[in-house]
């Protein structure tokens, strides 16, 4: 079936670096696109979305890609700070957030 | 403002004993979900409930699983008899709905099931 995807499992960054997380997707019904972060031992946390219609947005030192061409979603993180190291999922949603797709996860490592 | 609580935190049990996992919800959040979680995986939903009523239990395996939420608020979810193979994470999210302000979902730390 349709599902989402990630590219890289692990990603290591020197802190102060910026990071780049992406994902593939392969549902072209999703209307919105989410990615949340998920600390050892906690439960996800939402981070930012971004709907099918756009293809940039922006929040505090987040920014997420949607291209929409060849399907592919993308987590920037400027200026990466220790606490950033968790695993990062994107997420699909069709339906208004009704119904919401975790894909595999990408764990970020934060050299200090 | 509380965030979604899970009880319990872990939980170690034997092959073909039962097991249950209640969640607490954010106050005011019509929607709950169920989602199970593997290391090193991204959360499976198991059921999605729209006030009392769960309205996307597809992924539920029923043979053992069951869940509920009366009164749409606290839910509990059931696995009966658990096999090896139930061990993961069992994460409770809620969220406002389609009427909500953004739509993100909030988890609870999730239910830690070791079957042996």
């Known amino acids: 079936g349709e599902s989402v995807g990630l590219h890289l499992p692990t990603l290591s960054v020197q802190e102060g670096d910026n990071s780049i997380i992406n994902c593939a997707y392969s549902n072209s019904a999703s209307d919105y696109f989410i990615w949340y972060k998920q600390e050892s031992g906690k439960g996800p946390q939402f981070i930012i979305d971004?709907?099918?219609?756009?293809d940039k947005r922006q929040g505090q030192r987040v920014t997420v890609l949607l291209n929409k061409t060849v399907k592919h979603l993308s987590l920037q993180i400027a200026a990466t700070q220790p606490g950033d190291s968790a695993v990062y999922f994107c997420?699909?949603?069709?339906?208004?957030?009704?119904?919401?797709?975790f894909g595999i996860g990408t764990k970020l490592q934060v050299i200090p | 403002e509380a965030g979604v609580v899970q009880s319990p935190r872990y939980k170690i049990i034997e092959k073909k004993q039962p097991v249950a996992f209640w969640c607490n919800p954010i106050?005011?959040?019509?929607?709950l979900y169920w989602y199970l979680q593997n290391l090193g995986q991204g959360p499976e939903l198991l059921i999605r409930?729209?006030?009392?009523?769960?309205?996307?239990d597809s992924q539920l395996p029923k043979d053992r699983f069951s869940a509920e939420r009366l009164k749409g608020v606290d839910s509990t979810l059931k696995i009966q008899p658990a096999e090896l193979g139930d061990s993961a994470v069992y994460l409770c999210?809620?969220?406002?709905?389609?009427?909500?302000?953004?739509?993100?979902?909030?988890f609870g730390e999730g239910s830690r099931l070791t079957v042996l």
């Open positions: 106050s005011g959040h019509n929607t």
């Open positions: 971004i709907r099918s219609n756009m």
């Open positions: 409930y729209e006030n009392e009523e769960a309205v996307d």
């Open positions: 999210a809620s969220s406002l709905g389609t009427s909500g302000n953004t739509g993100e979902l909030f």
């Open positions: 997420a699909e949603n069709i339906g208004g957030y009704q119904k919401v797709t």
